[in-house]
């Protein structure tokens, strides 16, 4: 199999959920991942960066370990701010096969 092309995509590439007080959360913003190919993919999301602990993948999500051909899912994504601060951290969406994989999503908020 040939690959080649946007095999799968992700909106929005970035998430700013301005400011929450801490011990707070966010309404879920979504990400919506996007399999363009023929054949179903295996999915897989993790949160890293400088401060991931202030962010989670929550209820809402349709994602599971694989998506259909020329199928959508969406991660629901959260802000918990954890310090009176700037915080950001970077969803990773890996999706096999794609050559572009993995998918980095920026996230930031304000803990005020």
């Known amino acids: 199999m040939s690959l080649s092309g946007n095999l799968v995509t992700t909106l929005p590439t970035s998430v700013a959920f301005g400011s929450f007080k801490v011990g707070t959360q966010s309404p879920p913003q979504m990400v919506t991942?996007?399999?363009n190919q023929s054949v179903a993919i295996m999915?897989?999301?993790?949160?890293?960066?400088?401060?991931?602990?202030?962010f989670a993948?929550?209820?809402g999500t349709t994602c599971g370990s694989s998506l259909a051909a020329t199928s959508s899912c969406v991660y629901a994504v959260i802000f918990k701010p954890l310090a009176r601060k700037s915080r950001s951290a970077t969803l990773s969406i890996t999706a096999s096969p794609d050559p572009a994989s993995p998918h980095a999503i920026a996230l930031s908020g304000t803990g005020t």
């Open 33 to 35: 991942v996007t399999n």
């Open 43 to 54: 999915l897989s999301a993790s949160l890293g960066g400088a401060n991931p602990s202030n």
């Open 57 to 59: 993948i929550a209820a």
